[in-house]
């Protein structure tokens, strides 16, 4: 019985004993009288990486953590966190009760992750926080509200987060912050109003590229400087005009006598003895005066008008005598076919009558349906003899018909053994 006493007792101390193991993942040591685990670029994905619950400063940088759920602390039993190092991982989201039990945290690194926004009260269940690091990370557009809430927080770094501008109010609820570092965003102005309610200041950092040194920003570091704040100018002194610039980069010659390097003749009055030196100038040339008559770009317009011009015209006369050509050939070709056209319908008639006269040489002339008449009365019990009384010729094929209004139709009809003539 005691023997299995003995053993539970030494299954207990060993259990204890390898649950106080530091995980392979870190590296675990003393600094400034610190438990310290150092757990950077494992890739992990979790706080939770079997760390001892003793462990006073945790280092979790360079991995791939993406969220802070609400209680992850608490649930692990990490209640001796002092110092909390999360810099450069992926954490976008951040529950409002994630570093709750972490009443003993003192600094808090959550630099260079994804956060865009954060509650305003994320860090009320840390009342002893003094130092709380956010830079680079993308809080581009901030809203007219405290920023962050805390009554204890002396250092707060907003380095490098691509802020547009400081409203008024973002810092109302920062009653003892004293060193503020707003470097390397995207401001170009900056207002002494955003820095009034931060009566213990006593650091300042507003290194920015974008900064103007406009008139209120002037105003805006003079208040600083009378606050005994410490900060570095950026407004130190005024840049110089562009005119000064060009005066303080000429270089002055030494002098040189004009009779070395000018063509000058002496001249002598014939009533003075006064020596006149006189310039001999040569007469510029026709270039010359058309460059100082006209400047390049009038020039440029005066050949483009120019060409335009001939364009034009030559263009005109070109399709006239295109014109003219097209509508004389149409002319030639339209009187061409009127020709044709005549000579094919005279020879269809010579033609016609030919044939007829070759197909019915015994037939008189006009044809039958002119010899075909009838009484005026329209009776059908007449005989009809006709005698045609037409001048014939021999040789019907070589002369044409005479015209069918000089043809004399004598018709005779014979009715009840009379004749009665007709003309």
């Known amino acids: 019985m005691e023997l299995k006493y003995s053993a539970l007792f030494i299954l207990c101390v060993v259990g204890s004993a390898c649950g106080e193991l530091c995980p392979k993942k870190c590296d675990c040591d003393m600094d400034d ?16 990486v079997g760390v001892p619950k003793s462990v006073q400063m945790y280092s979790l940088s360079h991995n791939a953590i993406t969220e802070l759920e609400n209680f992850c602390f608490k649930d692990i039993g990490y209640t001796s966190l002092k110092i909390l190092i999360l810099s450069y991982n992926l954490i976008f989201w951040i529950g409002l009760h994630a570093f709750n039990s972490l ?5 808090l690194d959550l630099s260079y992750n994804r956060l865009r926004d954060i509650p305003s009260d994320l860090f009320w269940d840390t009342p002893h926080l003094d130092i709380l690091d956010l830079s680079g990370n993308v809080f581009e557009t901030l809203k007219n509200e405290p920023f962050i809430i805390h009554d204890k927080l002396q ?23 004293k060193k503020l570092d707003l470097s390397e965003n995207y401001v170009i102005s900056f207002k002494s109003v955003v820095l009034q309610p931060l009566t213990k200041l006593t650091r300042l950092e507003l290194k920015n590229d974008y900064l103007k040194c406009s008139a209120e920003f002037i105003v805006t570091e003079a208040w600083i400087v009378s606050r005994d704040i410490s900060y570095v100018k950026l407004c130190k002194k005024s840049k110089p005009k562009m005119f000064e610039k060009i005066i303080s980069a000429v270089v002055e010659n030494d002098p040189v006598d004009v009779n070395d390097v000018w063509n000058i003749t002496e001249i002598r009055k014939k009533d003075e003895n006064v020596t006149i030196p006189v310039v001999v100038t040569r007469a510029p040339t026709l270039f010359e005066k058309f460059d100082k008559d006209f400047p390049a770009f009038q020039a440029l317009l005066m050949g483009l008008v120019i ?11 070109w399709l006239s005598e295109v014109c003219k050509c097209k509508c004389n050939l149409k002319t030639r070709m339209r009187r061409q076919r009127r020709i044709t056209q005549r000579i094919s319908r005279d020879e269809d008639m010579s033609t016609n009558l030919l044939w007829y006269s070759a197909v019915n040489p015994d037939l008189a002339t006009p044809p039958q349906i002119r010899r075909e008449l009838s009484l005026p009365d329209g009776s059908t019990s007449v005989r009809t003899r006709v005698a045609v009384d037409a001048v014939r010729f021999p040789d019907r094929c070589e002369t044409p018909p005479p015209p069918y209004n000089e043809c004399r139709i004598n018709v005779i009809h014979i009715r009840d053994n009379q004749s009665v003539a007709y003309n």
């Open 33 to 48: 009288g610190l438990n310290r685990a150092t757990c950077n670029n494992q890739n992990i994905v979790n706080v939770d």
């Open 103 to 107: 009443g003993e945290l003192v600094e």
């Open 155 to 177: 250092v707060l770094n907003l380095q490098n987060c691509r802020i547009k501008s400081f409203p008024e109010r973002i810092f109302k609820r920062l009653p003892n912050l």
């Open 307 to 317: 060409g335009l011009g001939v364009g034009i015209v030559g263009t005109y006369l």
